[in-house]
């Protein structure tokens, strides 16, 4: 164990146990400490960080700017820590992460390289025994911090494990250094870690095939170094921007022009999509109100990308298959540093596996369709079981011995995506209906360690033992969840949003898309109300 107490090392009942070291469980601890809880920290990797520890692929970078993508919570913090380019890299977030940590002195609460195995809930004690690699715990609170995007989904390869070189997952990328120099590399997946890494692959790889069942919708991040002596004229109005960014929609990014796409004339429509995309970045498809609301609309952004993909790409028949024919945004859009462009270099080579399915691995490569293609190195960036998957994979037993995975299984649900009915004193922070992946992932954290924290201490100052979601609260809440994205295009596709990248997995829209503002104002509300729709004993 890299730092911290062992696990099991008392039987005395503490307040809460955080599981989770990234974004979410560091402010958790912090905010909880504060108030004066007795708390401990369970996280699986050797050190904080959560999805920024474990996703080190080449060209691992955020996709919201780094002044919003970071917490708002400190003055102190604001002041004292100064970002570097546009979008942060990996190693400069966990720089980031690890300055936190040090910061507020959180690295002592947290036992590292422990994984949670089990957790159950004691009716007659009101609390839960939480097993783990390192031995046991007993606590009042579980709060899970264990991220949307942190259980890698590795898709069945017949002969994988006979293949003689090195296979890795962007999403558990070693640690140590991984050279590509004189490689052949396969990239299976074109999916936000591949369009970030192919670029970079590409530069150092003697051979690299890109393996793509669907083609992906990508806008340049432009990214760029931020000026030093613009951000200290800036540093002044920081708390304020991010109190602004915080009441949008989408807790960051340049807000959605009020007109419809459908109403612009077609030089309304270049105008506004050539300054978006001159722009850089995710707010692409805030060009116009109706983009994610509208399939008409949709489509003029959708064919403006898909112009810009054949302008970029010399090779035609290349380009066509790099065209997506669904809805932009309905799908995780992704953000690039030249990734349509590497499809020019001569050592690069598109693989549609629509066409030529992947049959399997041999011990020198993949085979597809009828063509073998021999190979050093092969990058699985198949991304996530999502929203639910580390949940899942915990053996979770609440009232009268409900098993969360079974409760899930004909599809994933928490009130206010914080709770589950039949759990009592178990939250879940940014989970299966709450804003989570569509919105600015910090800023929904910190609403979430907030509010949890609160509700804590409401009850401690009221005597009160626990807490639990309300079934109908529940219900009534994920009805509000599946209204709102059937609204919008999000499901008019197949994505990880609803779980289809995972076989076996219940396709039930998972996060909020009704604006973060909402959410957070309809969270208050619950509060303001003594917890509607909880059960407080």
Known sequence: MAQGNAAGSGAATIDAVVVGAGFGGLYMLHRLTALGFSVRGIEAGAGVGGTWFWNRYPGARCDVESLEYSYAFSTTLLDEWTWTERYASQPEILRYLE?????????????????????????????????????????????????????????????????????HHTGRWPRRQVSFAGQRVGVIGTGSSAIQSVPVIAEAAEKLVVFQRTPNYSVPARNHPLDPDWLTRFKPELRAFRRRQRATAFGAGQAAREQSALTATPDELIQHYDERWAKGGLTFVGAFSDLLTDMKANETAADYVRTQIRRTVQDAATAARLCPDHAIGCKRLCSDSGYYEAFNRGNVELVDVQESPIEGATPDGIRAGSALHKLDMIILACGFDAMT????????????????????????????GLAMS???????????????VLANMVTGLEQHAEWISACLRFMRGRGLITVEALPEAESQWMAQVNEAAAGTVFPSCNSWYVGANVPGKARVFLPYIGGFDRYEAFCDLVASRNYDGFMLG
């Open 99 to 167: 300055h936190v940590a040090a910061r507020f002195d959180l690295k002592r609460l947290i036992d590292f390289e422990t994984t949670v195995v089990a957790l159950e809930f004691d009716e007659r004690s009101a609390v839960w025994h939480v097993q783990t690699s390192a031995g046991g715990l007993r606590c009042r609170y579980c709060i899970m911090a264990t991220g949307c995007l942190s259980v890698p989904h590795v898709p069945h390869i017949p002969g994988l494990d006979s293949f003689r070189g090195d296979v």
């Open 389 to 416: 998957g580390a949940l899942d994979r915990i053996h979770v037993v609440g009232r009268d011995g409900r098993v969360l995975k079974d409760q899930w299984r004909g599809g994933a649900g928490a009130y206010l």
């Open 422 to 436: 039949g759990f009592p004193n178990l939250f879940v922070m940014t989970g299966p209906g709450s804003p989570s």
